[in-house]
């Protein structure tokens, strides 16, 4: 399975009924790559529960980003997901952040 379409989507999803009130932009940087049937359907469980922990948890009412980078090495899958949001005008902010690595093997 493709996982990066389903990722788009799932961020996209979880985004859309977050209960955070402010603006979340979402991206993703690198590929899931090609991953067996069965990662997938258990990544899209864990997945979406990071997102929605990174939104509401971690982002609470404040406007943000939301940056998953994800890719495979040595027969793991690994996601990073790091969100930031600026806690007063100017440079910088502060921000949640969470990995999931899973073995391909």
Do not use: C, W
Not at 35 to 60: K, R, W
């Amino acid at each position: 399975v493709s996982f990066d379409e389903v990722a788009d989507r799932l961020m996209t999803m979880v985004r859309d009924v977050a209960t955070t009130r402010n603006k979340v932009t979402m991206s993703r940087i690198g590929s899931f790559g090609n991953i067996p049937a069965d990662v997938a359907t258990n990544l899209s469980l864990v997945f979406t529960e990071v997102v929605q922990n990174a939104l509401e948890h971690g982002m609470g009412d404040r406007p943000g980003h939301v940056v998953v980078t994800a890719g495979q090495n040595d027969g793991f899958l690994n996601a990073d997901l790091h969100g930031t949001f600026d806690i007063e005008p100017g440079p910088g902010g502060v921000g949640t952040s969470a990995r999931i690595a899973i073995p391909l093997d």
